[in-house]
């Protein structure tokens, strides 16, 4: 296994912060400041280690390719920091229980004569017509039940899902199936086809580029190992086109300007 500069992962005890986040400058976009991420925005400082990624892949990986990797880390970054913010089944459920009790209120509320010709007045022109900010609300508050009732919050007995980890929609995936995906893609075009879920070069490519966003997982190696084997082998039966696509176009455009 090729040699990285990072430490070895530690065990630290997960804490879910419900404070406002801390803003960072990931240099081409702004973003939640993450606990323990790495300033890939100089990645000269982490060179080694993106090589090391990348003969992880690759025996003999070219130059474009871990720039490729290097460049990859924004997006990695993004998906650890809207897992890390997003809130959990039960805290989701709620807000959708007040967002549509709030618009059921705000539909009433304009509904009446009364406080509509204050509001009216308040502001610099007319709120516009009744029916169409009617309608609105009405979508708003029925969206808001229908989805409080999405097989990704609630089991078949309408009770909220048990079990860790954000919220995420149907289809959605985490940010560490996201990095799984990043090394199967890179495998895939270096070799054909997806690496085996217990191909250990490519466990190990996962879990360095996971920890390169500052991500850890606080157990010993045999573990973290087997939460890789899983993640790969979700990457297999993903329906996340959209982001394969993208993947796969990045790794083309990489080869062929270099």
Known sequence: MPKTTLAPPKKPARVRSRKKPEIADAGFFIMPKLPNAKPWSTPRHHRADYEALAKMITADPPRWFVDY???????????????????????????????????????????????????????TEPLGATGANDKFLADIALRAKVAAKSPALVDSKGNTKRGRGPAMPEGAISAQTY????????????????????????????????????????????????????????????????????????????????
């Not at 004569?113 to 502001?123: K, P, T």
């Not at 054909?192 to 360095?208: H, S, V």
């Not at 991500?215 to 899983?230: D, N, V």
């Open 179 to 258: 990095c799984a995906l990043i090394i199967a893609e890179a495998w895939r075009w270096f070799h054909g086809k997806y690496p085996p879920p217990r191909k250990q070069n490519a466990i190990d490519a996962a879990d360095l580029l996971w920890r390169l966003t500052g991500g850890q997982i606080p157990t010993l190696k045999k573990e973290a190992s087997e939460t890789w084997r899983i993640e790969l082998q979700k990457v297999r039966l993903i329906k996340a086109q959209n982001q394969i696509t993208e993947i796969r176009r990045q790794l083309k455009q990489a080869e062929r300007f270099g």
């Open 69 to 123: 990797l290097t460049r990859s880390m924004p997006s990695a970054l993004l998906a650890r920091a809207v897992d890390y913010f997003q809130s959990t089944r039960s805290e989701i459920r709620n807000e959708l229980a007040k967002g549509e009790e709030a618009a059921e209120f705000l539909r009433q509320l304009l509904g009446k004569s009364g406080a509509r010709d204050f509001l009216d007045e308040a502001g």
